[in-house]
């Protein structure tokens, strides 16, 4: 009999594992690979950024995060420009990302990001979505 469970973390990951063998067996690609790179204070990080090659030559970064005493010091323009760069070495194409309104909205114009959708959550709320061609 089927039943439904909350899944802990080894079937979520079995879970991942049995998208990815299905999207590389319907598209012929395997790029599946995390990269994070970080900014530390001695042996405290205060501010990375992780990000994941997927197929088809994307990349879609997954977090960018600085301390908030730490900003205002370009930590998070070059940890953007360090993914871009690892980006291009890695063949890359598109760099695709989203935000929320309380957090880097303007952040990743500023960086040449294209906001490509976007949706209010509530009022006062929204999510968006960017992309950057290489």
Request: aromatic letters at 16%; charged letters at 30%; glycine letters at 8%.
């Given at each position: ?21 299905y999207?590389t067996?319907k ?5 599946n ?6 900014y530390?204070?001695?042996?405290k990080l ?23 005493e730490y900003?205002?010091?370009?930590i ?5 420009k360090?993914m871009?760069?690892y980006?291009k ?17 303007d ?14 959550i ?13």
């Open positions: 009999m089927l039943v439904i469970k909350e899944l802990d973390g080894s079937y979520r990951r079995s879970l991942e594992d049995y998208l990815e063998a999207d067996k598209t012929n690609v395997n790029e690979k995390t990269v994070s790179f970080g530390f204070l001695e042996d205060v501010g990375g950024i992780t990000a994941k090659i997927e197929g088809f030559h994307i990349m879609y970064i997954e977090s960018l995060f600085v301390l908030e900003r205002m010091h370009k998070g323009s070059s940890l953007i360090k871009e760069e980006a070495f890695e063949g890359m194409l598109i760099i695709r990302l989203d935000t929320f309104s309380w957090q880097a909205k952040f990743y114009l500023k960086l040449g990001y294209e906001l490509i959708s976007s949706y209010e509530k009022e006062g709320f929204s999510e968006y979505f960017f992309l950057k061609r290489l």
